[in-house]
């Protein structure tokens, strides 16, 4: 048995970290914000051409299994997956790290303590404390390498990213949080952010900007990614000129606009017949 598993392991190669891949190419990516647990749509995006899932455990309710058979559809249509978890304790995490997520949003990253945590919980020991499963779904079932080899291949792990949502996050040491190792992604929450800087929704208001801004600078000297939520041309520009090369827009408002605008159009052009 032990040698039809080495044979194997010379057939078929480890899983590939489809959202490392995309971002060490040094570009803009653009994502879509799963608002809908569909494995189909999970496809259908992949199609249309967005580098990206987001898969929302956090507010939409995804359980483990369903992450597992969106990860799935990702996996098949040649997409990189992001889940953003409920909470940064590790047992949260891994949960949904062991389904082969190529990263983990941790929401309410306030300070270092907490990235550390994030980190630590998405890598395994010595360099972290994720549980051990060498026949995880995320391992290919331990099929294609062996446990040393897996457990080993950070590159293969999922891409932790701090979401940075509440005012103590940008007015603490946000230097510190730049500073740790392995922290790959700063996550801009600027919606709660703006409810937590006393201007809900206001994202524009200097009270934000300033912060964002203050992100923005750390990320770069500190080699972080930044990721938003855009949604027209307006918000497009300000987030490139920020220095944000992780774009998303959320399906549901993408469905919504676009049907929105095809129902104007219908309503426009039959004027002429039933005025």
């Not at 987001?54 to 559809?73: F, K, P, Q």
Request: proline content about 3%; overall charge negative; glycine content about 10%.
């Amino acid at each position: 048995m032990d040698g039809n598993i080495v044979n194997l392991r010379s057939k078929f190669p480890m899983r590939e970290n489809k959202l490392r891949k995309v971002l060490a190419e040094k570009h803009i990516t653009v994502g879509a914000f799963m608002d809908f647990p569909s494995a189909d749509l999970v496809e259908f995006t992949a199609w249309v051409g967005f580098d990206w899932i987001l898969i929302d455990a956090e507010h939409v309710g995804i359980s483990v299994e369903t992450c597992y058979n969106l990860v799935r559809a990702a996996d098949a249509a040649g997409i990189a997956s992001i889940v953003r978890v409920p909470d940064i304790s590790a047992e949260t995490i891994l949960a949904y790290a062991d389904s082969g997520v190529d990263g983990v949003i941790g929401p309410h990253v306030r300070d270092a303590a907490d990235a550390r945590a994030l980190v630590a919980a998405l890598r395994f020991a010595p360099l972290g404390v994720r549980g051990a499963s060498a026949g995880s779904r995320a391992a290919n079932f331990g099929i294609t390498q062996s446990p040393r080899d897996y457990f080993g291949a950070v590159e293969t792990h999922p891409v932790a990213m701090a979401l940075l949502e509440d005012i103590e996050a940008y007015d603490g040491d946000l230097e510190a949080t730049g500073q740790v190792e392995g922290l790959d992604v700063f996550c801009l929450g600027k919606m709660d952010l703006s409810i937590s800087a006393g201007v809900p929704g206001d994202l524009g208001h200097e009270a934000v900007q300033s912060r964002l801004h203050k992100a923005a600078d750390v990320a770069q000297r500190h080699g972080k990614v930044l990721n938003e939520a855009v949604g027209d041309r307006a918000s497009i520009e300000r987030a490139v000129r920020l220095g944000s090369r992780m774009l998303m827009g959320s399906v549901q408002s993408l469905i919504g606009q676009a049907g929105q605008s095809f129902i104007e159009t219908v309503a426009d052009v039959g004027k002429a017949k039933y005025p």
